[in-house]
């Protein structure tokens, strides 16, 4: 996620309040704080920021329909840039989307594809049928801001403003619009039904079928012949329809969710689920019986014991990331032919196997995972790498054409030479990524317990440290810091909001609090709650409670805080009378959060710079 250049950012202006607080044992969650006084305000981003430092798109493997987004139709073997007309040079990429013969990006808020047009999936009114240089999506998507983009195999779908829409074909209602019109322009996903008027944090699309998040729960909608909708309807709905939540998704709240051609999976609470079409066992749950309602995916294997972090479906198999404290591995199951699976094997399998070690990715932590039905990749340590490809099409990315049955690195030689990735995504017979400029702190060496978490916040441009080159990781990070840092996060590509109006929500925070947008902001969205004193104290200290409901307000905006269970406690200092009880134990669950090696969690003591930016690290994991 990205930061934006159309003005001038600034990162932490006030003088935090010292602050005594044990140093627990490293490797744990480390909240110390320390009596500090940060350097001068710094602008992120700025105007003059050059295009090399910002997050550019990525594509390779085939490129006969324009694809790749380069301005031409070849095949690349290797990563190129995908700015062909330049519709994209200089812009900011927060979203990138490989759709079966056409890919789509998020940019400062708006949405823009190339490739293949034969259906209306590129989103443009002129009958094109292709375009090898990005084309912006217009009509409804005007004057919204884009969060989220997915393509599909004839058709795509965004997220803007907590809003679904959706465009291409559209011959079993998968547009969503209560019509089975094919549309080349956006169209609003309807709010009749149990979808209403919700605020939709994800979407995703891969054949005739459309599902999105919104307020924690799970909505789909398109053709449901294999039970992908996840809900006892008809063979299709041109609706939305809400996920059956009687089952194993009772009092669960949903963070992420995949489609494949289909069946359906979600991460709920740090476990995964799958429903629909079943028969290379791609729904995980150890058979290849078809499932209408979710399903739990098999843990007594390979996941046995781990939370998982994220997930991504292919035609007819699915990955996720799955770890337990700081380790995270890619896991996949379903179709497995020619190695599709990374298991150094050949076998389709119906349970979770772990990708395989051998190679150069050995036991490297990955971040996040994507799949289809030839193989997939994964990013680690900011670089990226794949496996498959059986028909040679270029899609591993590793500068000449050949397959692989382990993951192997994307070529990182030429253009990707000191940029770390972001994002990822596989298609068939495509790749594309978003990489920025590896950053580098002065005060953050190679020994620092949390220098990985820290170099991935900062390569998604939601930190970029001070104007002398420091981080400053063992700083607390204050109120009104942290509220940036959670817009910023959850508003990949935007500028901080200003205030506007002359009226303001807290007595406390004046117009002229350069911080002042942004905690208007999460007073808007009930992220923080105004008080009868109407205070906010934006210069204090935060502790881990209260980021622990901060980031579930955002996470889930909308949903009431979570509720502590009657099971036993996950922290031996959280109790039911403990304040944000629900909301520390959403975050354990999630994985979001490791706690201390004597299982504490310690929800009075402050937030380091260091270990909020593991945190955020963990929470990126589940988007």
């Avoid at 940019?107 to 240089?133: K, M, R």
């Avoid at 795509?156 to 019109?181: H, I, M, P, R």
């Avoid at 996840?230 to 009092?251: F, I, N, R």
């Avoid at 599709?340 to 990715?361: F, H, M, R």
Wanted: hydrophobic share 40%.
């Amino acid at each position: 996620m990205v930061r934006s250049r159309l003005r001038p950012l600034v990162l932490l202006l006030s003088v935090l309040l010292p602050m005594v607080v044990l140093v627990p044992p490293a490797g744990a969650d480390r909240p110390t704080a320390v009596a500090a006084v940060p350097p001068p305000a710094v602008a992120e981003f700025p105007p003059e920021t050059p295009n090399n430092d910002l997050p550019v798109p990525f594509a390779w493997g085939v490129g006969d329909h324009g694809q790749i987004g380069d301005g031409t139709q070849q095949q690349r073997p290797a990563p190129v840039m995908s700015i062909g007309g330049g519709k994209l040079a200089g812009k900011e990429i927060s979203d990138i989307s490989v759709g079966n013969g056409h890919t789509c990006a998020a940019a400062e808020g708006a949405a823009y594809c190339w490739g293949w047009n034969s259906y209306g999936e590129l989103g443009t009114e002129d009958a094109v049928p292709s375009s090898s240089a990005p084309i912006r999506v217009g009509g409804l998507l005007t004057g919204r801001t884009v969060t989220e983009v997915s393509a599909g195999d004839s058709n795509t779908c965004a997220v803007a403003d907590g809003a679904a829409y959706c465009w291409g074909s559209n011959d079993f209602g998968q547009l969503g619009d209560g019509s089975q019109k094919d549309s080349p322009v956006p169209v609003a996903v309807s709010t009749e039904g149990p979808l209403g008027s919700r605020w939709v944090t994800a979407i995703s699309v891969y054949g005739t079928h459309v599902c999105a998040v919104a307020s924690g729960r799970a909505y789909c909608w398109g053709r449901n012949e294999s039970g992908q909708l996840g809900s006892l309807v008809a063979e299709k709905s041109v609706l939305p329809v809400a996920v059956d939540t009687s089952g194993v998704l009772a009092g669960k709240s949903v963070q992420a969710i995949t489609t494949g051609a289909a069946h359906t999976c979600v991460v709920a609470e740090g476990a995964a689920y799958c429903w629909g079409r079943n028969i290379e066992g791609q729904l995980g749950t150890g058979n290849y019986q078809q499932a209408a309602l979710p399903h739990a995916v098999y843990t007594i294997g390979a996941l046995h014991g781990l939370t998982v972090k994220s997930i991504d479906a292919g035609r007819d198999n699915t990955c996720v990331v799955a770890g337990t404290g700081t380790t995270r591995r890619a896991y996949c199951w379903g179709f497995g032919e020619d190695g599709a699976l990374g298991d150094n094997n050949v076998n389709t399998v119906n349970q979770p196997v772990s990708v395989t070690s051998l190679g150069k990715l050995g036991t490297k932590d990955v971040d996040s995972v994507t799949i289809d039905e030839k193989g997939g990749c994964v990013i680690a340590t900011g670089l990226g790498y794949c496996w498959g490809d059986p028909d040679l099409t270029g899609r591993l990315g590793m500068g000449q054409l050949g397959s692989s049955m382990i993951p192997v690195p994307v070529f990182s030689a030429a253009l990707l030479s000191g940029r770390t990735m972001t994002s990822i995504d596989t298609g068939a017979q495509t790749s594309a990524a978003i990489a920025v400029t590896t950053p580098s702190f002065g005060d953050v060496g190679l020994k620092q317990p949390f220098v990985d978490d820290i170099t991935w916040l900062a390569g998604t441009g939601t930190a970029a440290g001070y104007a002398d080159g420091t981080f400053h990781p063992t700083s607390a990070i204050d109120r009104q810091a942290m509220m940036a840092f959670l817009f910023r996060f959850a508003n990949p590509g935007q500028p901080d909001p200003e205030c506007t109006g002359d009226t303001r929500v807290f007595d406390d925070v004046g117009a002229d609090n350069v911080f002042c947008g942004v905690i208007e902001w999460a007073a808007d969205r009930s992220i923080t709650l105004i008080t009868p004193n109407k205070l906010f104290a934006p210069a204090a200290a935060v502790t881990r409670g209260v980021m622990a409901t901060w980031i579930r307000r955002t996470e889930h905006p909308g949903l009431p805080d979570a509720v502590c269970g009657a099971g036993p406690r996950l922290f031996a200092d959280v109790t039911a009378a403990t304040p944000f009880c629900g909301n520390i134990e959403w975050l354990g669950r999630t994985g979001i959060t490791t706690g201390y090696p004597n299982k504490t969690f310690r929800t009075a003591h402050g937030v380091r710079r260091d270990s909020m930016a593991a945190f955020f690290h963990r929470w990126g994991t589940i988007n």
